[in-house]
């Protein structure tokens, strides 16, 4: 659905300065931020950094109490019914009622957005088939596995298909086929030209999936690009060598600090140690040094940083799945 009012209007979300606090916490805390129509957009950030505050400010759900946004191009603060009219939001946990079956759940929500009886079969039918879930339509939700679960949800929040998704840790706790199944489901979103505003703890789905990301920590957002961008920010790229032996490990280990000048990584375990390089020039030239001196290598590759580097060098906190696993399961 388009809407004329919005053609000039390049960017999904558009918001500045955003504050939230609760008590004496700013929770948010002056976040400015644009999201390009068209794309997935990655909130990225560790458990309690504000990023389901901010996707609650943005889909009306609270009040801001500093700042403005505009969500397709409509004032937030001035404009919510247009808002809520062109977004919808998929939370960890959806509004899908437990005792219904998926198939009574999406015709309930057709009718309820203005579907006729019959298109609303028809469109629940349509949603079903897409999110693999036909056999399992005339199970009530609350039997569905936990991917099942999510794919309802979703085909939930798209039954008239939104201009704007907001996905607030869309695979949080599933496994990674049904991951990768949600996956799919957003990038297809994505080619019909819904924007999708993506909340996440994972860094694999923000590279996986975000045209851009933004990273947040305690209520700011500390840095912001594509992955690739994000990945520059922490510096080149990175040599790792395999060696033989503990000897060839120590040895090689002195050579290249010597040539780079800079701490080297060594695992006497796996006899491998990493160094940060800027250009391939000087990895080939350390290599060259390496061989010379008679030392056994047994595979060597150059690689970009991986976004957990980038978060770990901007955060300072290791994005560990053991602490989100067990944050997620202390907090409700």
């Known amino acids: 659905m ?3 009012h919005s053609i000039g209007q390049p960017y999904a979300v558009e918001a500045v300065g955003l504050v939230k606090s609760f008590g004496d916490k700013r929770v948010v805390d002056g976040i400015s931020l644009k999201v390009p129509k068209g794309t997935i957009y990655g909130f990225l950030g560790p458990n309690g950094a504000g990023k389901t505050t901010t996707i609650r400010m943005l889909s009306t759900l609270l009040p801001l109490d500093g700042g403005s946004a505009q969500v397709m191009g409509f004032d937030l603060h001035g404009q919510p019914n247009q808002v809520r009219a062109a977004i919808s939001l998929t939370g960890q946990f959806a509004s899908v009622d437990e005792d219904l079956s998926g198939r009574e759940n999406l015709i309930l929500i057709a009718r309820l957005v203005g579907f006729s009886r019959a298109g609303a079969k028809q469109r629940a039918d349509d949603l079903l088939k897409a999110f693999g879930l036909v056999e399992a339509a005339g199970r009530q939700v609350k039997k569905y596995s936990g991917g099942m679960r999510r794919r309802i949800d979703i085909a939930a929040s798209i039954v008239t298909a939104p201009d704007l998704l907001f996905l607030d840790e ?4 599933l496994d990674p086929r049904s991951r990768n199944q949600v996956w799919d489901i957003i990038r297809a979103l994505v080619a019909n030209g819904t924007t ?5 703890q994972y860094l694999e789905e923000a590279d996986q999936l975000a045209d851009r990301i933004g990273v947040i920590d305690q209520g700011r957002l500390i840095a912001e690009g594509t992955s690739k961008e994000l990945k520059a920010q922490v ?3 990175r040599l790792s060598v395999h060696l033989h032996s503990i000897e060839d490990l120590k040895k090689a280990g002195d050579i290249l600090r010597d040539i780079t000048g800079e701490e080297i990584v060594m695992d006497e375990r796996t006899l491998q140690l990493t160094a940060a390089i800027t250009e391939h020039g000087e990895a080939a030239a350390a290599l060259g040094r390496l061989v010379s001196e008679n030392l056994r290598i047994s595979d060597f590759s150059m690689g970009q940083p991986s976004l957990d ?6 955060t300072g906190k290791v994005a560990s799945q053991a602490d989100t696993e067990r944050e997620i399961a202390g907090a409700h």
């Open 196 to 200: 999708v505003f993506l909340t996440t």
């Open 309 to 314: 580097e980038v978060f770990l060098t901007l």
């Open 235 to 237: 510096g080149g790229g």
């Open 2 to 4: 388009t809407h004329s």
């Open 170 to 173: 869309p695979t949080t706790g």
